[in-house]
């Protein structure tokens, strides 16, 4: 994997309930500014496993790289941007957590979302162990929840292909805070009804991020502001440049 050394390269990784294609609007927009995108898929089976993952896709690029990371993407950035070839940090619509800290910890010091209400628990094999339990948000309430601002063709499609979070990962605490010694931007999406924006503006503002809120944005808002939300990771690439 090899991007320019000139422009750093953006990573972008996805959340729960979500994939790599999420980022389609985002990527268009980067790409026309000539800035190099990879969108890896996220295994979403667990805080330390998962950064560990997208660190190591980020060390294999050539060059500085900004990781961008939307809801549960976030707290895995926070981890994986140890990686010493990481410049920046840009959360949309994300966990910013800190150290020793976990997504339930975090979540818990404020009002619920209607999130927890929608999920739904499967079961999925674990080898060499017993079951776990993953979770999605029931397809009736995923345009609600997740993508509000999002036309309603778009949603039927995005509900049935949701990825699952293993549900251990809510207590998983994260290793290192990388924003302690990295820049960091955010989005803060203003109607976001799967994170309480608190939660979100709560920790931009812990991190010391450069924070954009975007009135009436839902969850998705990736997939509704894409112009917006590229504009902020141009800020954060130019800045690693």
């Known amino acids: 994997m090899t991007g320019s050394t000139a422009t750093p390269t953006v990573v972008l990784v996805h959340g729960a309930f979500a994939d790599a294609a999420s980022w389609s609007g985002v990527i268009a927009e980067l790409q026309q500014h000539g800035v190099p995108v990879v969108a890896p898929p996220s295994p979403l089976r667990g805080l330390a496993a998962d950064a560990a993952y997208v660190e190591s896709v980020a060390r294999q690029i050539e060059g500085p790289v900004v990781l961008v990371g939307h809801s549960y993407g976030g707290a895995i950035i ?3 941007g140890a990686a010493p070839n990481v410049t920046g940090l840009v959360y949309v619509a ?10 339930g910890e975090l979540q818990d010091r404020f009002p619920a979302s209607p999130l927890g209400a929608a999920l739904r628990q499967a079961m999925y ?18 345009p609600e929840v997740f993508a509000a601002d999002v036309p309603a063709e778009v949603t039927r499609v995005l509900a049935v292909a949701q990825r699952p979070l293993a549900a251990g990962a809510f207590a998983e605490p994260a290793a290192v ?8 931007w955010a989005v803060v999406a203003g109607a976001d009804r799967a994170i309480n924006p608190e939660v979100e503006r709560f920790g931009a503002e812990r991190a010391g991020a450069r924070t ?30």
């Open 78 to 80: 926070t981890v994986a």
């Open 94 to 103: 994300a966990y910013v957590l800190e150290q020793n800290e976990s997504l």
């Open 125 to 142: 094999p674990v080898e060499g162990g017993e079951p776990a339990v993953e979770v999605t948000i029931a397809p009736e309430a995923f």
């Open 177 to 184: 805070a990388a924003w302690r010694t990295k820049p960091s």
């Open 212 to 241: 954009v809120e975007l009135d009436g944005a839902s969850h998705a808002v990736a997939v509704s502001r894409p112009k917006e939300v590229a504009a902020v990771i141009l800020e954060a690439v130019r800045a690693g440049a």
